[in-house]
């Protein structure tokens, strides 16, 4: 199996939190089940083998090229050994300053990258063809968001939102609404529209994913944490509200999510 990472440069850093890219993943003739579940940023994925069989959701890759907005459910894909995959991570705010859209039109979809970006978007896909490793799509991938970046305009509420993420991110999702619609300097109905145009969901369902990552985050590095502890140090009121949650974003209880899925939160991790 061959797995990398990369950062972005300093000057997309702000729009894109990583680069990952996967190949041959199993052996010869298997398949394995892998859940899709909700991480709190969308995604750009660029296929360069048959793309993977989607089993549950209700969803379907429309193109070798394809934008997921920002999930709040699960879904499940089969995966084999044919598969080679660039994947695009963004901040969760990443998205908006390229494509001036809300990004509640693509909430909970995968899209088409040529819908989305024309011609430019075509472009992209041949370039990453032709490239012949992992550095090299990377850089490429670096030239076409940064010229798009060049054409984009400042806006002050990207920068209202990027501040609501950072604290979030330091609070834990241990945050109410009024205080970051006071952070944004903004009214709340201000605050929540302009939320969910640049993230995609309400601020309160977001919080919920951060917190659900929040909890992976503390079980990957604390395997030995009881249900009930890591509902406390995840910040759930209790054991209950931390199995309705991950029932509802990804379809199974807590326990039974530890037992079957491997432990990692996206959000968290930097690398």
């Given amino acids: 199996m061959h797995l990398h990472y990369a950062a972005p440069n300093a000057q997309l850093a702000p729009y894109i939190k990583r680069y990952w890219a996967i190949e041959n993943v199993l052996a010869e003739g298997e398949t394995c089940v892998q859940r899709i579940i909700p991480t709190g940023m969308p995604e750009l994925s660029l296929y360069f083998s048959p793309r993977p069989k989607i089993l549950t959701g209700g969803k ?31 901040q969760p705010q990443g998205l908006m300053p390229f494509f001036r859209f809300p990004q509640s039109a693509i909430c909970n979809q995968l899209v088409s990258f040529a819908d989305v970006a024309g011609q430019v978007g075509c472009d992209l896909e041949e370039e990453m063809s032709a490239a012949v490793d992992f550095q090299q799509r990377v850089q490429v991938v670096e030239s076409y968001f ?20 950072s604290i979030i991110i330091h609070s834990r999702a241990a945050v109410d609404i009024a205080q970051m619609a006071s952070e944004a300097c903004l009214s ?72 079957e899925n491997e432990i990692c939160s996206d959000f968290f991790e930097e690398l």
């Avoid at 429309?62 to 660039?86: C, H």
């Avoid at 940064?146 to 993420?165: E, G, P, Q």
């Avoid at 009930?228 to 140090?233: G, N, P, Q, S, V």
């Fill in 60 to 90: 379907q890759f429309p193109a070798n090229v394809s934008l997921q907005g920002l999930q709040t459910g699960f879904y499940t894909i089969e995966l084999r050994r044919e598969l080679s995959v660039f994947t695009v991570v963004f």
């Fill in 146 to 165: 940064s010229a798009l970046l060049k054409s984009s305009c400042a806006d002050v509420n990207f920068s209202r939102i990027s501040h609501t993420i």
């Fill in 188 to 259: 709340r109905k201000q605050f929540e529209r302009i939320f969910a145009a640049h993230i995609g969901i309400s601020p309160k369902q977001y919080l919920k994913i951060i917190r659900f990552q929040w909890a992976l985050l503390h079980k990957q590095h604390n395997t030995s944490l009881s249900m009930t502890e890591l509902a406390y140090a995840a910040g759930y009121a209790d054991q209950s509200h931390l199995t309705h949650d991950f029932q509802s974003l990804c379809g199974q209880t807590p326990k039974h999510y530890f037992a």
